[in-house]
Structures are given as structure tokens and as C-alpha cells.
């Protein structure tokens, strides 16, 4: 029997102008560049201002040729033409002493054999969302989920991380090999899988790998020879398989020089005496407005009658698309000032000196509780975006640290923790490197009590291999 029945419940829905507003937050400079010419060739009713102040500038430029400079006066230079035309192709000051070799990016590579794979073309763009999040060793850090999060917002199309993982690992197959690849250990597997599996060697390798890693991190050979029935002599030829493997697949030329990819920050931070000026980079708010003539017609189209309703509808709407996308460029700039301001008044000090020591623990969560604003925005509006200070550009990401208390109570930032293991593995002896319990030692002496494992959980971070592997490739 049909019947029915009234019920009510509380629904949240999320409109297409928040989606669109949260990703304009996740945009970094060139990004919102590119997004803001997109929308002035779309939209007749958004302009942008030009700058005249750069064109009266120029006009009236020192080293300009005015009108009235004749001939008399640039016509008997002694300088000979052939030396000022040479000097207009190669500065004789600047000659390489050597060839320059262009050295391919592996990411424009991988994309170029992306394209001769059996994939549909309206696919490619997972292709090259992937490839783009490799970081400079060819890893991918972020999990499947978030991954699918960030394109499912910024295509506006629904992605299914299992739909990524199979991406992922028809890319670990092209060239360079592995690329794609989730940590250190997943790499070195792939290249043992590829060898001869009847090798002992290999063998036992790929059961240290993904049976016993953990020892091999904690560098307990006793147990590993224990639990694999192996001699001194095999344990070593097993360990010097692992210490030959390439351990990132992204292998920069070192005979090769290479362009250092540029990088356009999103905030300026100037040191004034005792003062931290913050700026953006480039605002863009300020330049964009709503076309005058635009607005003429959606007036006189009102009070017009002969004038249909499909017309009106048009006009308003790009008038309101206009005035929404100002609103929205002006709130993302007035929250990234604002979360900016916040991590300035955490970290002055180390904006203020440049100091890696002085890098003070700080989540998201404390920038959101300061600011007034959802965790979800602070991650957006920091993600991907770099501050020029003056000792060097900054990625905001490495600024949010986990903290550890020391032995005099103070909570120190674990990017200082880690900075320390890395200059203490720097200045060992080469023959006879620290173990794990060593550098938990020597970090007690320096006033700092952690566990062995967050120990060897840093030095992976650093992509730095076990006392024994670094003792067999010195």
C-alpha cells in the first residue's frame, strides 16, 4: 500500500560559486594569471586596467632618442657597426666557457609517451595532473584520495581514486622507470621485480624489502642473517644489491647544466628595521573592473521594451559573472594576507633572521583558530604558494611542522630535529657512519631526547639510506 510520509532533515549543499571560489584559493600567482585571462577573453563585461604611469615613463626615457636629436649628433660615432651588431647577439663578458647542454625535463618526457598510449584523449589530463604532482625526485607523496580531491575540484568532474592508481601504474612503466612511485622502498622494489627472480640475491633482497624493512631501517643484521638463514658474506652481497640500486627515478645530469626552474612568489616580505612588511607579489584585484559601456547596455536594455528577454537575461548575467569573479579575487587576496599576517606574528623570528633553528611547530589548525577561518581554507590558500624574504623563497608548506618538547621544555619544530640529523650524518666518518641508536646519542647530548624510530623516520624523510648501505657506497 502507497502512503505518504512528511520527514525532515538537514541537508548542506554546496554551490557551484563555492566550488569555483575554493578553487581560485588553491591558485597560485601564474595560475590566477592564467585563470584571469580566461575569464577577460570570456567575459565582454570584465576589463582590466592598463598602467599608464610605465607608458609616460618610457615616453620620456633618458636613454629614448627624442624627435628633436638629429643626425649631427649619433651619426660620426667612432664605435665600429660590426661590434655594436655583435653586441647585440653575445655579451662578450658573459661567453660560456663551455657548450650549455639542454637537458630534457622527465616531465615533459613522460607526457610525450603518455600521448602514444592505448588511453582515451579526454584521459590525458589525469596523465598530466599526475605527472605534475611528482616532486623533484619522481616520487608522489600525496595518497589517492587527496589526489582525486584536487582534481575532482579543479576539473569539476567526479575522479575515483582507483581510477588514479591504475594511471599510476601504467606510468611507473614508461621512462624514466618507477616515476610515480610512493616512497623509496616501492621504487627499489620495481627494480628487483626486473631482474632475474632466481638469483639469490634478488631474491632475499625483495624479502628484506617487504618482509623485513623495518630491520634493515633499524640496521639489525644479526636478525636479518637469523631470520634468513644467511652467512656474513651473503648478508653483505644481498646489502651491496640494495646500495647499488638507484634510489630516486627522477636522476638529474650531472654533466649536463640545467636551468634552475623559476619560481613567481605570492608574498613579498621586506625587513624594516624592526618591522616585517608583508605584501603581495602581484595584486590583481585592483586592476580588474567592471566595463562602463557593459553597464550602459544592461541599463538601457531594462528600461527598453523593444528589447527580449533572452538578451536581457545575457547581458545581466555576464554582468553579474563579472562582478562575482572581482568579489572573488578580492576575498582570496584579503585571506591570503590574512593567514599570512597570522604565520608572521608565529614565525617572526624566523622571518626575521633566517634561522632554520628558530622555526617554531605550527598546524594548520592554529592559523585556522587565529584567523577565524576553516582548516580547509588555510590549506588551500597555502598550498603551493612561496614568500621572498630576504634569505630566500620560502614554500609555505614546509613552514607547518609537528613539535617535540626537548629536555628544557621548550617545543622545538621537528624541520630543526631533522636539520641537525642531517648535519651530524654530514660530519661523521664516512668508514664508519652512525646508526640510528648513535644518532639518539648524540641528539640526547645536544639536549634533544627522541625515540629511535622518529629517528629513522626523519632520516627516510631525507631520503637518507641506514648506517650500513651508507658505509658500503663511501
Same mark, same amino acid.
Given at each position: ?8 532533515? =538537514?541537508?548542506?549543499?554546496? &554551490?557551484?560559486? +563555492? %566550488? ?10 601564474? /595560475? *590566477? #594569471? ?107 607523496? =600525496?595518497?589517492?584520495?587527496? &589526489?582525486?580531491? +584536487? %582534481? ?10 582507483? /581510477? *588514479? #592508481? ?309
Amino acid at each position: 500500500m502507497l502512503k505518504q510520509v512528511q520527514t525532515q532533515k =538537514q541537508q548542506h549543499t554546496i &554551490l557551484p560559486q +563555492q %566550488i569555483e571560489l575554493l578553487n581560485l584559493f588553491h591558485l597560485n600567482t601564474l /595560475e *590566477l #594569471e592564467q585563470r584571469i585571462q580566461d575569464e577577460l577573453s570570456e567575459n565582454p563585461a570584465l576589463e582590466e586596467l592598463n598602467s599608464g604611469d610605465e607608458a609616460e615613463t618610457d615616453k620620456f626615457s633618458k636613454d629614448t632618442i627624442q624627435d628633436f636629436q638629429g643626425w649631427d649628433e649619433y651619426g660620426y660615432d667612432d664605435i665600429p657597426d660590426y661590434k655594436t651588431e655583435y653586441n647585440n647577439y653575445l655579451n662578450t663578458e658573459k661567453v660560456p666557457d663551455r657548450p650549455i647542454a639542454e637537458v630534457p625535463d622527465p616531465r615533459d618526457e613522460l607526457k610525450k609517451q603518455c600521448r602514444f598510449l592505448d588511453v582515451p584523449e579526454e584521459k590525458h589530463y589525469l596523465f598530466d595532473f599526475i605527472i605534475d604532482s611528482l616532486n623533484e625526485s619522481g616520487f608522489l607523496e =600525496q595518497d589517492m584520495d587527496e &589526489l582525486a580531491s +584536487q %582534481i575532482s575540484f579543479k576539473k569539476k568532474v567526479w575522479i575515483e581514486p582507483e /581510477e *588514479l #592508481e591504475g594511471i599510476v601504474r601504467r606510468l611507473q612503466e614508461l621512462d624514466p622507470f618507477g616515476a610515480g612511485c610512493g616512497s623509496v622502498q616501492e621504487y627499489m622494489l620495481l627494480q628487483l621485480k626486473r631482474m632475474n627472480g632466481k638469483r639469490p640475491d634478488v631474491r632475499h633482497a625483495i624479502g628484506i624489502l617487504q618482509e623485513h624493512f623495518q630491520d634493515l631501517r633499524n640496521c639489525n643484521l644479526e636478525k636479518l642473517k637469523k631470520q634468513l638463514g644467511l652467512e656474513d658474506d651473503e648478508i653483505r652481497i644481498v646489502l651491496n644489491l640494495l646500495a647499488h640500486l638507484s634510489t630516486r627515478p627522477f636522476n638529474p645530469e650531472t654533466n649536463a647544466m640545467q636551468a634552475n626552474p623559476s619560481i613567481l612568489p605570492d608574498f613579498t616580505i621586506l625587513d624594516e628595521g624592526d618591522e616585517l612588511v608583508l605584501s603581495l607579489y602581484r595584486q590583481r584585484s585592483s586592476n580588474l573592473h567592471i566595463s562602463q559601456s557593459w553597464m550602459e547596455m544592461v541599463q538601457e536594455a531594462s528600461k527598453s521594451t523593444n528589447t527580449d528577454r533572452s538578451t536581457r537575461q545575457y547581458l545581466r548575467s555576464k554582468l553579474s559573472s563579472a562582478q562575482w569573479f572581482i568579489n572573488a579575487v578580492q576575498q582570496r587576496e584579503s585571506n591570503m594576507l590574512r593567514i599570512m599576517r597570522a604565520i608572521l606574528d608565529i614565525q617572526y623570528d624566523y622571518f626575521k633572521f633566517g634561522d632554520i633553528l628558530l622555526l617554531k611547530p605550527m598546524k594548520l589548525k592554529d592559523i585556522a583558530d587565529k584567523v577565524k577561518v576553516d582548516i580547509s581554507t588555510v590549506s588551500r590558500l597555502t598550498c603551493n604558494k612561496y614568500a621572498e624574504t630576504p634569505f630566500g623563497t620560502v614554500l609555505l608548506k614546509d613552514l607547518f611542522t609537528e613539535g617535540i618538547v626537548n629536555q628544557e621544555g621548550n617545543n622545538i619544530s621537528n624541520r630543526v630535529i631533522q636539520n641537525i640529523i642531517g648535519e651530524v650524518i654530514e660530519a661523521e666518518d664516512k668508514k664508519a657512519p652512525y646508526t640510528d641508536r648513535q644518532l639518539v646519542t648524540i641528539l640526547a647530548q645536544k639536549g634533544y631526547s627522541i625515540a629511535r624510530r622518529t629517528v629513522a623516520k626523519y632520516r627516510e624523510l631525507m631520503n637518507i639510506p641506514v648506517a650500513q648501505v651508507r658505509g658500503l657506497w663511501n
